[in-house]
């Protein structure tokens, strides 16, 4: 098996003998170290939760969000390089004001997915351009049913019903089989979810969640709601676990 | 404002030479028109087809410029086609009327088109939307257009009701449009009628004899 310094991996438009292009695994490196998304269907509707970095010793929130609304029934939870998710998302609301222009309806579903994975999947094809570094977990509402779709860095979307990207994200789809089976409602699925991402990582050093939640209490996406994950968890359950 | 408005000049009403009317009903809409196209005072066609298909189940109504709605009808239903490629399913009726004022609006300068689009959708049920001269989406009920609707105006006002039947809806647009053929000099032939459902399309002609003549109290 060829190894790093083989020369196959100095460029996107250079395969190596095996049929993997080393770049674009280069890239999926920064996903597998940035924030945690995480996804899910629920009963009511469908919840969008990610781990608020902190990038600054003195652990200030400023306002660095990592799920964006793109119109009333979409929103993008995005792990990776900021600089390349503020792009994409910039993109995509042009692609959707524009769509709504000429057609009066929001761009949502499988069209709003196949725009934003034909852009990232561009990014492969040419020398001259390099992949995008970030990944993302779309939730939509497309005719009054919820969605999840996920699109990875080389173009590919999948549609499902919950999953994660970002560091420890193996760990929590592991955790996800099990909470998704059993259907909860969006209230509940937040609870849930945030518990056992807290139980895989004892030293959380993030002490909020941001959470994007569609459900039949407040249908519309307008703007994260912030979690507490320390004193919310202390509340869930029966003892302290820390 | 242009006014190279055809071959012959001698036409001042600007929403020449028509009546077209659109109704909606709970499952459908029912479309009719004339069928008269004039250029000044030669009849040019006298059984022309005024309600045109942009999709499988949107039917629009044209007046004004015969040139002008043409190439209209023909550009929406190339996007709409494109459209419903893409997102995979029948295009809806709102989208189609949002196309057609995107044309007209941003051309309305050069364009003398007044149309009604009208159709079934699955997530909207039967829809009628209006189109006029300069732009703009009004939707509404009942729609009446064309030159010939002026004199048409007090009857649709005082005959139509919420709620009418298929047949009721089809009678109403066929006394309406005769009604509007017998005042103006514009509008005449025959009567198209296109029935929009759920179940499909259905056309219907109504020839000159089998008119409704509902004059018949005092005219012979």
């Given at each position: 098996m060829t190894s790093i310094k083989s020369g196959y991996d100095l460029s996107i438009a250079t395969y190596s003998p095996e049929g993997r292009v080393f770049q674009i695994e280069y890239a999926s490196t920064i996903v597998k170290n940035s924030q945690l998304v995480v996804g899910a269907i629920c009963k009511d509707g469908l919840?969008?939760?990610?781990?608020?970095?902190?990038?600054?010793?003195?652990?200030?929130?400023?306002?660095?969000?990592?799920?964006?609304?793109?119109?009333?029934?979409?929103?993008?939870?995005?792990?990776?390089?900021?600089?390349?998710?503020?792009?994409?998302?910039?993109?995509?609301?042009?692609?959707?004001?524009?769509?709504?222009?000429?057609?009066?309806?929001?761009?949502?579903?499988?069209?709003?997915?196949?725009r934003i994975s034909a852009l990232m999947h561009m990014h492969t094809v040419y020398w001259?351009?390099?992949?995008?570094?970030?990944?993302?977990?779309?939730?939509?509402?497309?005719?009054?049913?919820?969605?999840?779709?996920?699109?990875?860095?080389?173009?590919?979307?999948?549609?499902?019903?919950?999953?994660?990207?970002?560091?420890?994200?193996?760990?929590?789809?592991?955790?996800?089989?099990?909470?998704?089976?059993?259907?909860?409602?969006?209230?509940?699925?937040?609870?849930?979810?945030?518990?056992?991402?807290?139980?895989?990582?004892?030293?959380?050093?993030?002490?909020?969640?941001?959470?994007?939640?569609?459900?039949?209490?407040?249908?519309?996406?307008?703007?994260?709601?912030?979690?507490?994950?320390?004193?919310?968890?202390?509340?869930?359950?029966?003892?302290?676990?820390? | 404002m242009n006014t190279n408005w055809g071959p012959s000049t001698d036409v001042q009403d600007p929403a020449l030479g028509t009546t077209i009317m659109a109704v909606a009903f709970d499952g459908g809409v029912v479309m009719g028109a004339d069928s008269r196209t004039s250029t000044g005072t030669y009849v040019w066609n006298r059984v022309s087809d005024k309600i045109t298909s942009v999709g499988d189940k949107i039917f629009v109504c044209r007046s004004g410029s015969a040139a002008d709605t043409q190439a209209v009808v023909d550009v929406i239903r190339l996007y709409l086609q494109m459209h419903s490629l893409e997102i995979g399913k029948q295009p809806e009726v709102p989208t189609a009327a949002n196309l057609l004022n995107q044309v007209c609006y941003s051309n309305k300068d050069n364009l003398m088109a007044g149309m009604i689009c009208a159709g079934w959708d699955e997530r909207n049920g039967g829809k009628v939307f209006s189109v006029p001269l300069g732009g703009g989406?009004?939707?509404?009920?009942?729609?009446?257009?064309?030159?010939?609707?002026?004199?048409?105006?007090?009857?649709?006002?005082?005959?139509?009701?919420?709620?009418?039947?298929?047949?009721?809806?089809?009678?109403?647009?066929?006394?309406?449009?005769?009604?509007a053929m017998w005042r103006d000099g514009s509008s005449g032939g025959v009567i198209r009628m296109v029935t929009i459902t759920k179940d499909g399309v259905e056309k219907e002609m109504v020839s000159g004899q089998n008119l409704p003549h509902l004059a018949k109290g005092w005219c012979p």
């Open positions: 919840v969008l939760i990610s781990e608020k970095n902190c990038g600054f010793q003195n652990k200030n929130f400023l306002n660095t969000e990592n799920i964006f609304p793109i119109n009333k029934t979409t929103a993008i939870g995005a792990s990776g390089k900021c600089g390349d998710i503020h792009y994409l998302i910039g993109r995509t609301r042009y692609d959707d004001t524009t769509h709504r222009e000429f057609f009066s309806e929001s761009l949502t579903g499988p069209l709003l997915v196949a001259h351009l390099r992949p995008f570094g970030c990944s993302g977990i779309i939730g939509t509402i497309s005719d009054f049913s919820p969605e999840i779709y996920v699109i990875f860095q080389t173009g590919l979307f999948i549609k499902c019903y919950g999953t994660a990207i970002g560091n420890q994200s193996e760990m929590t789809k592991i955790s996800l089989e099990n909470i998704l089976a059993k259907f909860h409602t969006c209230r509940k699925n937040i609870e849930v979810i945030s518990k056992s991402i807290k139980k895989m990582n004892p030293k959380l050093n993030v002490q909020t969640l941001e959470i994007f939640c569609f459900s039949k209490e407040k249908p519309i996406f307008s703007k994260p709601i912030s979690y507490n994950i320390l004193t919310e968890n202390r509340r869930i359950s029966n003892f302290f676990q820390f | 989406v009004f939707p509404h009920p009942f729609v009446i257009g064309g030159s010939g609707s002026g004199y048409i105006y007090g009857y649709v006002d005082s005959n139509f009701r919420e709620g009418m039947s298929k047949a009721e809806c089809q009678q109403f647009v066929k006394n309406a449009v005769s009604l």
